[in-house]
């Protein structure tokens, strides 16, 4: 998706809701317009193994 000032202006979010339609024919870098929420998933640790039970 196409941002302003974060990453070169692009960004792949982990969700995006948004009606039935707004990226079709786009492209992959496509213009937010229409994008209702963003999600994304973050994690404190980057190691599976060190990540604390129940968070």
Known sequence: MA???YRSGR???DGVLAPVGTFAGTGE???P??????LEVTSPSTSSST???GR
Do not use: F, H, I, Q
Not at 33 to 38: A, I, N, P, R
């Open 3 to 5: 941002v302003e000032k």
């Open 11 to 13: 960004a792949r979010p």
């Open 29 to 31: 870098w496509a213009d």
């Open 33 to 38: 317009t229409g994008v209702l929420m963003v």
């Open 51 to 53: 990540a604390t039970p």
